[in-house]
């Protein structure tokens, strides 16, 4: 792995999700580079153990390390000159899919623990729910899912910086968080298509 403080909050990320025993959706980690902008993006996706995949509800967490951050990290770094602290863009975006029928969204909110953690010092601030409809190619409805996300910029001090392990602690709270989201909206009485393997038999 790199040794660069964007790649540390990968790892602190990965290892809260990993222990609070989430399931990592491994075909869908992204890690991409705009070569025009230079904005440097991961992406990945887990699950409840045993929800199969895809999974019925799942949720989508993307970091994103843009090119102004870059500049401020590199002249701390060889410069070590601290003027503005770099910030790392954080999306969590929670999804109940395959749903059979559309689901009420104020009863998806509503199963939402009252408060969000903070990361640092930041809050994660929810987006109103976004409901989506699939259809076939005869476009017939096909499914129903509906996402509620979460957003926060977490600004990183020059004593995170100089120590990465500030970071597992700031990114500590998001994986009881995310495993409590996920059991309550996997609790929600919703009407869930079969599972694709039973489709297929």
Request: charged residues 25%; glycine residues 8%; negative net charge.
């Amino acid at each position: 792995m790199l040794d660069h403080v964007f790649t540390d909050a990968i790892g602190a990320l990965r290892d809260t999700l990993e222990a609070a025993r989430l399931e990592r959706q491994a075909l869908e980690e992204r890690f991409h580079a705009d070569i025009l902008l230079g904005d440097i993006t991961w992406e990945t996706s887990y699950g409840l153990p045993g929800e199969g995949s895809p999974p019925r509800v799942q949720v989508d967490l993307t970091l994103e390390w843009p090119t102004w951050a870059q500049t401020a990290y590199r002249t701390w770094y060889l410069d070590e000159e601290f003027t503005e602290g770099p910030r790392i863009a954080l999306d969590v975006v929670f999804r109940v899919q395959g749903l059979a029928s559309g689901a009420d969204p104020a009863a998806v909110v509503g199963a939402l623990p009252a408060a969000s953690p903070r990361v640092g010092d930041t809050l994660l601030e929810p987006a109103g729910p976004t409901l989506e409809t699939a259809y076939d190619d005869d476009l017939l409805v096909a499914s129903h899912a509906v996402e509620i996300s979460f957003h926060g910029d977490y600004e990183l001090d020059e004593k995170t910086l100089e120590d990465g392990s500030a970071l597992d602690a700031d990114f500590g709270a998001i994986g009881g968080w995310v495993t409590n989201v996920l059991v309550r909206l996997g609790d929600l009485p919703l009407n869930y298509l079969p599972p694709v393997d039973e489709e297929q038999q």
